[in-house]
């Protein structure tokens, strides 16, 4: 059985640096292309970030470049996300994803405020 569970979020001022975590299990994660995604309250579930299997092809939503970094680590089963330089505006509850998965986890919460 697929699960993917999200975890790292909290609260952090503006400027400030979250890492989440996504641990993978139930199926061959290095063979997946993997995904960020989030969702505000009201507001329809974004993509955020987006890696390979390899890690060779990474691409970003345009509020994530220059201030998120998405990467795995295959032996571990295991999706990051570093984020910095957090706005209020990155408030949301953050969801990892597989190529062709159709189960979202519980996500982690992520609140940016002073």
């Known amino acids: 059985q697929v699960q993917l569970v999200e975890s790292g979020g909290g609260l952090v001022q503006p400027g400030g640096s979250l890492r989440l975590s996504c641990a993978a299990s139930?199926?061959?994660?290095?063979?997946?292309?993997m995904y960020w995604y989030r969702q505000a309250p009201g507001k329809e579930r974004e993509l955020v970030a987006t890696i390979s299997d390899d890690s060779r092809v990474i691409d970003y939503a345009d509020f994530a470049k220059g201030r998120f970094t998405i990467s795995r680590a295959n032996d571990k089963s295991t999706l990051y996300l570093q984020m910095n330089t957090l706005k209020p505006e990155d408030t949301a509850l953050y969801y990892c994803q597989r190529f062709g998965g159709d189960k979202w986890g519980q996500g982690t919460q992520v609140t940016v405020s002073s």
């Open positions: 139930g199926y061959t994660f290095e063979y997946y292309e």
